[in-house]
Nanobody, 122 residues
């Protein structure tokens, strides 16, 4: 079994910053690509940022220049640094990871976290 747990969400004023964390735990052999998604009320889930195992990154146009995704393989953790936050960034943020499990037989799991609320409001 593997689990992703997000943390770091909260209420912040426009222009403020938050740093989200997502830690993987369980019978993990290795972790491939990791990503952050978000879903606002009445809207579809969208990809926010993506990072490969070799640390190549991509971002949604709406967050380019403001957000930065990073990872710490020793801690099995992915981060999302969010700066210059706008009200339209308000959403539940979910992390995602492709995890090779240290099990016999080997299993590869597309894992999701439980989500963390980010609210940007004055």
């Amino acid at each position: 079994q593997v689990q992703l747990v997000e943390s770091g969400g909260g209420l912040v004023q426009p222009g403020g910053s938050l740093r989200l964390s997502c830690a993987a735990s369980g019978s993990i052999s290795s972790i491939g690509p990791m990503s952050w998604y978000r879903q606002a009320p009445g809207k579809q889930r969208e990809l926010v940022a993506f990072i490969t195992s070799s640390t190549t990154t991509t971002y949604a146009d709406s967050v380019k220049g403001r957000f930065a995704i990073s990872r710490d393989n020793a801690k099995n953790t992915v981060y999302l640094q969010m700066n210059s936050l706008k009200p339209e960034d308000t959403a539940v943020y979910y992390c995602n990871a492709l995890i090779t499990m240290a099990t016999i037989p080997v299993r590869i799991k597309n894992a999701w976290g439980q989500g963390t609320q980010v609210t940007v409001s004055s």
